[in-house]
Structures are given as structure tokens and as C-alpha cells.
């Protein structure tokens, strides 16, 4: 059962353009919504999360926004580089407590590509 | 280096070896995750650690598979009788736990079972 919907499959974007990467879950019991970068080669690293009592995070480029109605959320990056290509996980997860333990559930993924 | 590191980074066996990996968390992070990640995917839930507790299993992980983590530091992930659908990158992550328990990864063990 896939619990997080990614879209798009991938994206290209011109550098100093926006990207943006959208997410949909189902389940209403997750509370904990984090977006990771990858690499080639390389594990996951967080990039930012939120928590469905804001509507908006900001950090430096890169700004999440949330729709608790829709249960939708999407990354923003903004000026977006060279460097900024890389795959982009969004993930949802259950504060750890109870049965859940914290355990991530990710999104299919988008790869980004950033011409320069 | 502080981070979690995994060993080794790659491994090729023939189908029906058996294989362990092993994940070296951040120090006095007492979470421990294992993912599997398939090409094109994301990485999937296999099994979580409080401690030296295996306190969850998805039932991705079957009775081939065991995850052990001795005196809650290191773990070590076991498959047995490997399958070519075992070919996957395994990834582990830790955590401090806490109210947002960012977890934290390692670069993975590409599997490739021939």
C-alpha cells in the first residue's frame, strides 16, 4: 500500500529557476513530514520537515508548504542550482511513540535536474 | 567521521549465499532503522531497534532475514539464502529519538545477488 504519493517522476528546471516537488498521503495519523536529499552513492540526508500545525517552513531556499485538508505538502526550491540536482524523498511517519517508532514511509522519489 | 557508517558498501554473491552487513550508528544514538531501497524507489522499512530491542519487523522482512544489535551499539543484518529479488541498496539509520527523531543515514550496502 503506498501511503505517499510523489509527483513528479523527475524534473528539469533552468538554474535560478523554482522546483517544486509535491506530496500526498493518506494516512491522517502522521504527524512528522521530511524531505531528504540524495546523492548518487550516497544514504538519504535531511533537507526540512514540518509539522501540520504550520502551514509554512523556510529554510535559506527551500520552503515546505501544508495543506492538512488536502493532506497534500510540497517542497519549494527556489533559485535553484547545479548543485541543488540530486533525487528528492519526501517522508511522513508517526511521532515516535505507541506501535510506530518514528519508521519513515517514503515517497517514490524525484530526481532533479538543474541545467546550468 | 561521526556519522553512521555501513560495511561494506558493496556486495556480490551468488544466489543462496548468505551475507551480513553491518551498520556503526552515531555514538549514543540509541535508535536503529534498516531500509531497503530498490532502484527508483524509496527506501522501504525493514526493522527498528530501541536499544538492543528489535521492537518492529515489516513484513518485507522474512524469515530469511535477521537483525540483530548486540549491547545496543553496532547491528548487523542477515540474509540467508539469498534471492535475486534480495538486490536492493540496505540502508541503516539512528536517531536520539525525541519529538521530531530526525534520523540519520548512512551511504548503504549496494546488494547484488547474481
Known amino acids: 500500500q503506498q501511503q505517499v504519493k510523489q509527483s513528479p517522476q523527475s524534473l528539469i528546471v533552468q538554474k535560478g529557476g523554482i522546483s517544486i516537488i509535491n506530496c500526498a498521503y493518506e494516512n491522517t495519523a502522521f504527524d512528522y513530514f521530511p524531505w531528504y536529499q540524495q546523492f548518487p552513492g550516497k544514504g538519504p540526508a535531511l533537507l526540512i520537515a514540518?509539522?501540520?500545525?504550520?502551514s509554512e517552513k523556510k529554510e535559506g531556499r527551500f520552503t515546505i508548504s501544508f495543506n492538512k485538508s488536502a493532506k497534500q505538502f510540497s517542497l519549494h526550491i527556489m533559485d535553484s542550482q547545479p548543485g541543488d540536482s540530486a533525487t528528492y524523498f519526501c517522508?511522513?511517519?508517526?511521532?515516535?511513540?505507541?506501535?510506530?517508532?518514528?519508521?519513515?514511509?517514503f515517497g517514490q522519489g524525484t530526481i532533479l535536474t538543474v541545467h546550468p | 567521521d561521526t556519522g553512521v557508517s555501513q560495511n561494506p558498501r558493496h556486495k556480490i554473491t551468488k544466489r543462496g549465499q548468505n551475507v551480513t552487513f553491518r551498520c556503526d550508528p552515531i555514538s549514543e544514538h540509541n535508535r536503529l532503522y534498516w531500509y531497503r531501497q530498490t532502484l527508483g524507489q524509496g527506501p522501504e522499512f525493514l526493522t527498528y531497534?530501541?536499544?538492543?530491542?528489535?521492537?518492529?519487523k515489516s513484513r518485507l522482512l522474512s524469515d530469511r532475514f535477521s537483525a540483530e544489535r548486540p549491547k545496543g551499539s553496532f547491528s548487523t543484518l542477515e540474509i540467508q539464502r539469498t534471492e535475486q529479488g534480495d538486490s536492493a541498496m540496505y540502508l541503516c539509520?539512528?536517531?536520539?529519538?525525541?519529538?521530531?527523531?530526525?534520523?540519520?543515514f548512512g551511504p548503504g550496502t549496494r546488494l547484488t545477488v547474481l
Open positions: 514540518i509539522r501540520p500545525d504550520v
Open positions: 531497534f530501541q536499544n538492543e530491542a528489535q521492537l518492529e
Open positions: 539509520a539512528s536517531s536520539l529519538g525525541g519529538y521530531d527523531n530526525e534520523q540519520f
Open positions: 517522508a511522513a511517519s508517526i511521532s515516535a511513540g505507541g506501535t510506530s517508532y518514528g519508521k519513515l514511509t
